[in-house]
């Protein structure tokens, strides 16, 4: 026997019935967006390797150290998986001028890439809810895209997902504070870690946002970017807050959010959870208005988030959130393997007409007993046993029978006028 071929390391199969979650989550999504007039955006996993080096910015985890990236085997192309959607979705709105008639509101779901080290919440393959706005510079667009974020927790069931708010302020802003981040660091530079001292005069912002205890208290006593803020600047936050004060959405200011990629200014916010230790962030975005002309584009403004779908579900797991799973209306047993023509246009008929039907399928030895068909019946979840017994067919008649309710029981129903009687049988009817 040759050996067993596994899946990539980080990267998972996604089986039923856990599936079945997955397809619950993303209706829950796409009801979202209908309400939120959002559309659908569907762009490559592969893109080319300079669209994230200067749209995340090089002095990024993700850019650093966490891309798959390779060569085109043809030209020798730098490309990339994707480890994040918004520069595709930036890259792609540029690429075809879609904002030429105003702004646009967007949404994706799809898997991301990046080299880290697996653990609970964090994979190498993982996957992502996002929504962009693109056009729009007020605050207002900005409230919305937090609050459509909560809407989705709340559809989902979850309560106890914490809003963290900061202001990035503008690129003349951020300079001022980064001169006054690189003295601080400068003068104590003996506690500063390996990934630190490198990123000290490349990105000290980035410092901010490192995971490593032994700096957090370093960290917490340094300059404020807020103290740093102009008169719009501090407009744009204050509107923002207005607008969750308006909705009654409660928020914490955490000067320390700077987020992963050097895209952000103004508003940037995440959705928290203490529930999965340090993979705490479900949800996680911003404002991005240099980024459409960073990578080539027309300049214009913009604002999104990205939502860990692995994390939201084990959220949901944890708080034993009851998932709707489906089940088949029906199973259809057949006895005798004569019956097979009869009862697969009868079975046709009724998944016409919107019922769902589990057909009992036989091996090569045969239907199996008639025993052995209604206990794959009652372990497939149906409601109801379709029974195409000989002795009802000569009749012109199916038996159906309650699975579920003994009290309902048995009754025939006529062969000659399915659409007559499907309706009764469906979950929703
Ligand atoms: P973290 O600080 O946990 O590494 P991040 O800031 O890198 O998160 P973003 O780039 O903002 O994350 O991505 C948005 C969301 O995608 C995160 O809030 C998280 O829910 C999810 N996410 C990010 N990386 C992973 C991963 N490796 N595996 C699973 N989910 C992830
Ligand atoms: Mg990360």
Redesign the pocket.
């Known amino acids: 026997m040759s050996e067993q071929v596994k899946a990539v390391k980080?990267m998972n199969d996604i089986l039923p019935p856990v599936s079945a979650r997955w397809e619950w989550f993303e209706d829950v999504v796409r009801a979202l967006m209908r309400r939120y007039a959002y559309q659908n955006i569907r762009t490559p996993i592969v893109e080319h390797t300079p669209l994230f080096v200067r749209g995340l910015g090089e002095v990024t985890?993700?850019v650093e150290k966490?891309m798959y990236s390779f060569e085109d085997k043809l030209n020798g192309d730098p490309l990339t998986l994707r480890?994040?959607g918004t520069a595709g979705v930036v890259r792609a709105v540029a690429e075809h001028s879609m904002l030429y008639d105003g702004g646009k509101r967007l949404y994706y779901i799809g898997q991301?890439f990046?080299h880290?080290r697996?653990q609970k919440?964090?994979?190498?393959?993982?996957?992502?809810v996002?929504v962009e706005a693109l056009g729009f510079a007020g605050p207002d667009v900005d409230a919305e895209v937090i609050l459509m974020a909560r809407s989705l927790l709340r559809d989902l069931g979850l309560t106890d997902v914490r809003l963290e708010l900061n202001s990035l302020g503008q690129p003349a802003e951020r300079q001022a504070h980064r001169a006054a981040l690189i003295s601080y660091f400068e003068a104590h530079q003996d506690q500063l870690d390996e990934e630190a001292r490198r990123r000290l005069h490349s990105n000290p912002l980035r410092i901010l946002?490192t995971?490593n205890p032994a700096m957090q208290a370093l960290v917490e006593a340094a300059p404020k970017l807020m103290d740093y803020l102009g008169e719009a600047s501090l407009a744009h936050l204050a509107a923002v807050r207005a607008a969750l004060d308006a909705v009654g959405q409660p928020y914490t200011l955490n000067p320390r959010l700077v987020?992963?990629?050097d895209y952000y200014n103004l508003t940037v916010f995440?959705?928290v959870t203490d529930r999965l230790g340090?993979?705490?962030?479900?949800?996680?975005?911003g404002r991005y208005d240099g980024l459409i002309e960073q990578i080539g584009g027309k300049a214009a403004p913009a604002v999104g988030?990205?939502?860990?779908?692995?994390?939201?579900l084990a959220l949901i797991d944890d708080a034993g959130i009851e998932v709707p799973l489906p089940v088949p209306d029906v199973y259809a047993v057949l006895p005798d393997a004569s019956a097979l023509g009869t009862a697969i246009a009868v079975i046709e008929a009724l998944r016409a007409a919107g019922v769902s039907v589990q057909m009992h399928a036989g091996g090569k030895d045969g239907q199996g007993s008639f025993k052995s068909q209604f206990k794959k019946a009652d372990a497939s979840g149906a409601r109801f046993a379709l029974v195409f017994g000989g002795d009802e067919l000569a009749q012109g008649m199916v038996a159906v029978k309650s699975l579920r309710d003994a009290a309902i029981g048995q009754r025939l129903e006529p062969l000659a006028d399915v659409t007559g009687w499907a309706q009764s049988l469906r979950g929703n009817a």
């Open positions: 980080g985890d993700i966490e480890p994040e991301m990046r880290e697996p919440g964090r994979y190498r393959q993982f996957h992502q996002g946002d995971k987020r992963g990629m995440e959705w340090s993979q705490g962030t479900v949800c996680g975005g988030w990205g939502l860990g779908i692995e994390r939201v």
